[in-house]
């Protein structure tokens, strides 16, 4: 079956705009993970959701960014005002009742 | 505040050797430990994951041990080819209801034809 899909795959953007990045996990997956993963930083988490429950912001780096899944599937990060440090690979990951976590292939967000 | 280290960074060796890498984490309060695999420009694979309860796991020419009141784990890749390389990852995933993965930074491994 399908797995975990992102777009787009790469991203190049200039300081200050705002972009968007999605994420469809496996169908049926109820929770949906992101992850971003920067030279020097590791990976690191930002934002998961479970179902119809609040997400878990905690690893949010600012309030620039946001995340948002519609109907409990299809999931979309916001960077505004994006700034060159927010340069890196933004991975996704969904899990259903298991705890092995299955990722995207990522987008590489590059800001000028 | 949890952290995961792994050692070496990276590794080089020849085909057919049976190798470690190794992973420690500071804080044992776990709910379980994953592996990861990593091939460039790629995602992320599972190889293998541990529960808390648990001491190894096995899949093929893999082995990951827990030793969760040291804070280590080890994957051991028995007899290797060169398409074992990739960067391996481990990672914990936090107790008390917690969800998300804290990673570590990953071995770099070549396995040299």
């Known amino acids: 079956g399908a797995g975990v899909s992102q777009s787009p795959s790469n991203k190049v953007t200039e300081k200050g705009k705002d972009v968007e990045l999605r994420c469809d996990p496996i169908?049926?997956?109820?929770?949906l993970y992101w992850y971003r993963q920067s030279l020097g930083q590791g990976l690191e988490f930002l934002i998961y959701?479970?179902?119809?429950?609040?997400?878990?912001k905690s690893g949010l780096p600012s309030d620039r960014f946001s995340a948002e899944r519609t109907g409990g599937s299809v999931s979309t990060l916001t960077i505004q005002r994006t700034q060159q440090e927010d340069s890196a690979v933004y991975l996704c990951a969904s899990t259903n009742l298991g705890d092995t976590q299955y990722f995207g292939p990522g987008t590489r967000l590059t800001v000028l | 505040k949890q952290e995961v280290t792994q050692i070496p960074a990276a590794l080089s060796v020849p085909e057919g050797e049976n190798l470690v890498l190794n992973c420690s984490f500071t804080?044992?309060?776990?709910?379980?430990l994953q592996w990861f695999r990593q091939d460039p420009g790629k995602g992320l694979t599972s190889l293998l994951l541990?529960?808390?309860?648990?001491r190894e796991q096995t899949s093929g020419r893999l082995n990951a041990s827990l030793d969760k009141s040291s804070g280590r784990s080890t994957l051991y890749i028995a007899a290797s080819q060169p398409g074992d390389s990739a960067t391996y990852l481990c990672?914990?995933?936090?107790?008390?209801?917690?969800?998300?993965?804290?990673f570590g930074q990953g071995t770099r491994l070549t396995i040299n034809p």
């Open positions: 804080d044992s309060a776990i709910y379980n």
């Open positions: 990672a914990v995933k936090l107790g008390g209801g917690a969800q998300k993965l804290v």
């Open positions: 541990i529960q808390s309860s648990q």
């Open positions: 959701f479970q179902g119809n429950s609040a997400p878990d």
């Open positions: 169908s049926g997956h109820t929770a």
